[in-house]
């Protein structure tokens, strides 16, 4: 049966690993790519990946990715069918998908309508509730008064949490440990949220202690069907940005597994949704678990999934886009332990500052079960404008215990020069006793920073300065070499060329 929405050609409106990424199953369904850059990423790999590219403005985000208008106009100047959003940048911008639907575009993603329901937390809190998906015991929606603020955390108790209505990533998120501090850690969450989202309403939460992070993907289709794939567990986490990710979780098991699948598909349900989301929930020490937000796009941390069912997230996507059945619960298949570390461009060193800056050699791991999602390659200038990470190692194995040493090793293979990158921390923290032992939380970098963030050995910053001589040195050498070859070159040319270059300087050539 063909598809009622043939999909030709796709823009994708993103940069980075995951448009290369989004890029890859294009080319495999035999549907033409288009990408969008800004001045900074003219000769990114997303643009050299692509059938074609189209130039959409500066190098900053908000003048380039994230208008809107811009993107849909690249679309149809490209005469693109459809838009792939990505992750970040408008992937979760309703606007994004009511521009697409006026200029009879598909949008690779859900309705305009789900996204307004899960889009700010307050009112997805609520729609769960009506739902009767369980969420952590909060205000029912944001609080204007900072007195009344304090006066609900007072009454739930402390350690509470205050988060951005329209949150994400950490931002405009504070936790408050004492009465005392309340009113000076509101009025930070208000500035930060308004400077991150142009919003600073805020509503508050119950701290739990010592929580784990899993989430469950979930798919469904525009015929009603719903279905999850297995959770995925996101506890390590540094300033409330994942790390590491892994499946299956250590802290679930199958009962658990199902009962947390079922509350996912169940508020993926009570909002119409379609395509490829994310339910998110934090598990307690008494392993009870609560709804704490929906993504409504591909999660960064996919591609652990895909290891461990076989399945391909983004053809499913374009598929359901198409308007196309998924499949049924009972086919999805789960086998084997995956794990996932993010590749970032930053210094631990040096409190995780980002590093931008030449890759001027670049070596990825190979080998059995090891997946490298990369956007950049040797030559490459990585951009100050946008999130530094540079790739997601992924590693599969028939036990956890050997995903971990399979990782482990594949790092250890990881080859960057020109720029700094978290690839010693990331081994440190497969390594750490704690992880080896499932027993984490989302404390947990923060408890073991000490282990896992070495500072600068002197005795090696000595061989690094020796090793920089050697390659100062290398650098000369290879240039003399280049400009005494074509000295020679010339020098060695036939009398007919000399004669044919000496009539040319005259004047008297052709």
């Not at 929606?141 to 950490?170: C, H, L, R, T």
């Not at 597994?257 to 079922?262: K, L």
């Not at 800056?357 to 990585?382: A, F, M």
């Amino acid at each position: 049966m063909s598809p009622k929405k043939p999909i030709r050609k796709v823009l994708v409106a993103n940069r980075g690993e995951i448009a290369v990424r989004v890029m890859r199953t294009c080319r495999e369904m035999a549907i033409a790519t288009v990408a969008v850059y800004s001045d900074a990423d003219r000769g990114a790999l997303h643009v050299r990946k692509a059938d074609e590219a189209v130039h959409i403005g500066a190098s900053p985000a908000r003048d380039s990715y994230l208008v809107v208008e811009k993107v849909v106009d690249a679309a149809k100047k490209a005469g693109a069918d459809a838009i792939h959003p990505g992750y970040g940048f408008l992937s979760e911008k309703a606007e994004l998908a009511r521009a697409c639907e006026a200029a009879g575009i598909t949008f690779v993603g859900p309705s305009a309508a789900s996204m307004d329901a899960m889009g700010v937390k307050t009112t997805a809190r609520r729609n769960m509730n009506a739902a009767g998906v369980p969420t952590v015991p909060g205000s029912e929606g944001p609080i204007a008064d900072e007195q009344e603020a304090k006066a609900f955390a007072d009454a739930i108790g402390y350690p509470v949490m205050i988060k951005a209505a329209a949150g994400g990533g950490g931002k405009g998120m504070k936790k408050v440990e004492r009465e005392a501090d309340f009113l000076s850690l509101w009025a930070s969450a208000r500035r930060e949220s308004a400077a991150a989202f142009g919003d600073d309403r805020l509503y508050l939460e119950k701290f739990l202690d010592r929580p784990r992070h899993v989430e469950i993907q979930v798919f469904a289709d525009e015929h009603g069907n719903v279905i999850h794939l297995g959770e995925r567990e996101c506890s390590i986490q540094r300033r409330q940005q994942k790390v590491v990710e892994e499946s299956p979780s250590c802290v679930l098991d199958e009962r658990m597994r199902e009962a947390m699948g079922q509350v996912a598909v169940r508020a993926a349900k009570a909002v119409g949704y379609r395509g490829a989301g994310t339910v998110e929930f934090l598990v307690d020490a008494q392993r009870d678990f609560y709804f704490l937000e929906m993504n409504t796009r591909l999660q960064v941390e996919h591609p652990v999934t895909e290891m461990l069912t076989g399945l391909d997230l983004v053809r499913m996507q374009l598929e359901v886009a198409r308007g196309e059945r998924i499949l049924a619960q009972d086919q999805v298949v789960r086998r084997g332990h995956a794990i996932e570390a993010r590749v970032y461009a930053e210094d631990p060193a040096r409190r995780f500052l980002p590093s931008p800056g030449k890759i001027t050699y670049l070596r990825v791991p190979g080998g059995p079960g090891v997946r490298d999602d990369s956007g950049v390659y040797t030559g490459w200038v990585v951009p100050q404008f946008y999130d530094p990470m540079i790739s997601k190692l992924v590693a599969w194995a028939p036990t956890r215990e050997q995903a971990i040493e399979r990782l482990i090793r594949a790092l250890g293979e990881y080859t960057v020069h020109g720029i700094a990158t978290n690839v010693a921390y990331l081994a440190a923290v497969l390594d750490h006793p704690a992880f080896r032992s499932g027993d984490y939380d989302t404390g947990f970098c923060v408890a073991y920073e000490r282990d896992l963030v070495r500072p600068p050995d002197p005795a090696f910053e000595g061989v690094a300065l020796i090793a920089a001589a050697v390659e100062a040195f290398r650098r000369d050498r290879d240039a003399a070499e280049t400009f005494a070859a074509r000295a020679g070159a010339a020098a060695t040319r036939s009398g007919w060329a000399r004669l044919g270059r000496a009539r040319a300087l005259r004047g008297g050539g052709r």
